[in-house]
């Protein structure tokens, strides 16, 4: 994706190939690599590199699912708009259909501004819940290739 002044962003996601947990982010100064990043029953890890200095950061177990479960399951009982709305699942959609739309042609494509009418999520939405037990796998294989 090529952004205002010259930034450029890549990214490759794939539920069909070796099994890993992790995202990188790389910048000109530095990146920070999270791993285990999607795991709802272990610890996160983070590996920030800026320059020489290297820093490393581990945080406890914690289910990150329940806490939007909990909030949208509140928000339809309560008639409230839940936080992200459906407009932020929306800018996404334009984008995959953008990647597509680039990929079938070989040629950029530029989106309209997009400007949802809604709020975006803020701290006060912070509800943590512990990890979970990871799950054991019964006569069946991971969906990632092994």
Request: charged share 25%.
């Amino acid at each position: 994706m090529k952004f205002p002044n010259d930034r450029i962003a890549s990214f490759v996601c794939s539920f069909g190939c070796q099994q890993v947990s992790h995202y990188e982010v790389v910048g000109t100064k530095g990146s920070i690599r999270v791993d285990p990043a999607y795991e709802y029953a272990d610890e996160t890890g983070f590996e920030l590199k800026e320059g020489k200095r290297e820093h490393t950061l581990v945080t406890g177990k914690r289910d990150q699912f329940a806490p939007e479960l909990i909030h949208f399951s509140g928000c339809v009982l309560c008639g409230d708009e839940p936080r992200p709305s459906g407009f932020e699942g929306l800018a996404d959609i334009r984008i995959i259909e953008a990647i597509q739309v680039s990929i079938a042609t070989g040629e950029a494509v530029a989106l309209a501004p997009f400007n949802p009418p809604t709020s975006k999520p803020t701290s006060e939405l912070i509800n943590e819940k512990p990890g979970v037990k990871k799950t054991e796998l019964v006569k069946v294989q991971s969906g990632s290739k092994d």
